[in-house]
């Protein structure tokens, strides 16, 4: 398993993506820190998460994801030996969103103090703030990175036109400019990306970091029909994928699967992992299970028609 550069960064990271979102959510500090333990302890070293992980649950305000991974980080004092990824812009409540310079030098300072670091790896634009200026956002990370609190910067959930300006803003002015991309794209999700932002990131070498890699769970084969929807929280979102396509896409996953004695989650990272451009599709687990079949991935000896196969069943 080699390491894969995010971007034209220095930071060099293996190919599946721990995704933060389920820590204080789905599973609590205990459960996190054998997840986190059992991730590092399989080689892997590149963690994804965001200042409003997770406010969405019952209970919750947000920075609960970057509390318990700095609640890890400290107890462990493995902080160099992971890449630590989060995000800024999205809503935290109290009017705390966005993209503007002032909120971003005060965003960072309490993301730090969740993480208990003085540094993190890769800042990343969660959502786009079409009312501030890309040129205001862009010099407030420059700033961040003179001060050595950000090491690079990325971006998430941004049109192609946004991406396109950052860039050149970034060019023209002499500004750190964004390494990587963080796209919704999967096996099954994939016109959304391909057909606007894929060319840009190739094109500019950008490091792509799919989220919802397994489209919420569908991909794993867990959910095949609507009896299904309760075995877990995301379920009740998977009526979309239950179509013809859908259910031709699991049928080839079943048989990739079936061929190299795995499960379907893996084959679905695999594919990911072999598509252009990709550098680390992020994955979340919430057991040791989960976690194994996901890390199994990289490892898999898929060939090209088995590729061709899951190419051809997904086209859109």
Do not use: C
């Amino acid at each position: 398993m080699e390491k894969r550069q995010l971007g034209a960064s220095d930071l060099y990271v293996y190919p599946i993506t721990f995704g933060g979102n389920v820590f204080g959510w789905t599973i609590d500090q205990k459960q996190s820190f054998e997840i986190l333990d059992a991730y590092t302890g399989a080689g892997f070293n590149f963690i994804d998460t965001a200042d409003m992980y997770s406010r969405w649950a019952n209970g919750n305000v947000g920075g609960e994801s970057e509390t318990i991974i700095g609640n890890w980080l400290q107890k462990r004092g493995r902080r160099d030996d992971v890449i630590l990824a989060t995000k800024v812009g999205n809503d935290m409540g109290d009017g705390k969103k966005g993209l503007k310079k002032a909120y971003i030098l005060q965003a960072v300072e309490d993301s730090l103090t969740r993480l208990k670091t003085d540094y993190i790896d890769l800042y990343q634009t969660h959502f786009d703030d079409l009312e501030t200026p890309v040129e205001e956002t862009l010099e407030a990370y420059a700033q961040l990175v003179k001060e050595g609190k950000v090491r690079h910067i990325g971006t998430s959930n941004m049109t192609r036109e946004r991406v396109l300006e950052s860039l050149q803003v970034s060019a023209e002015k002499g500004y750190p400019a964004y390494q990587t991309l963080q796209p919704h794209y999967n096996l099954y999700d994939r016109a959304g990306y391909e057909s606007t932002l894929e060319p840009i990131a190739l094109s500019h070498k950008l490091g792509v970091i799919p989220y919802f890699s397994l489209a919420s769970g569908f991909l794993t084969g867990k959910y095949r029909t609507e009896a299904d929807f309760g075995k877990s929280p995301r379920g009740g979102g998977m009526g979309k994928y239950l179509d013809e396509r859908g259910l031709k896409i699991l049928a080839a996953l079943d048989t990739v699967s079936a061929e190299l004695n795995t499960t379907p989650a893996a084959v679905a990272l695999a594919w990911l992992i072999h598509r252009p451009g990709i550098t680390a599709p992020i994955v979340s687990a919430t057991s040791i299970g989960q976690l194994n079949s996901i890390i199994a991935a990289p490892q898999l000896d898929i060939t090209a028609p088995q590729l061709e196969l899951l190419t051809g069943e997904s086209i859109f």
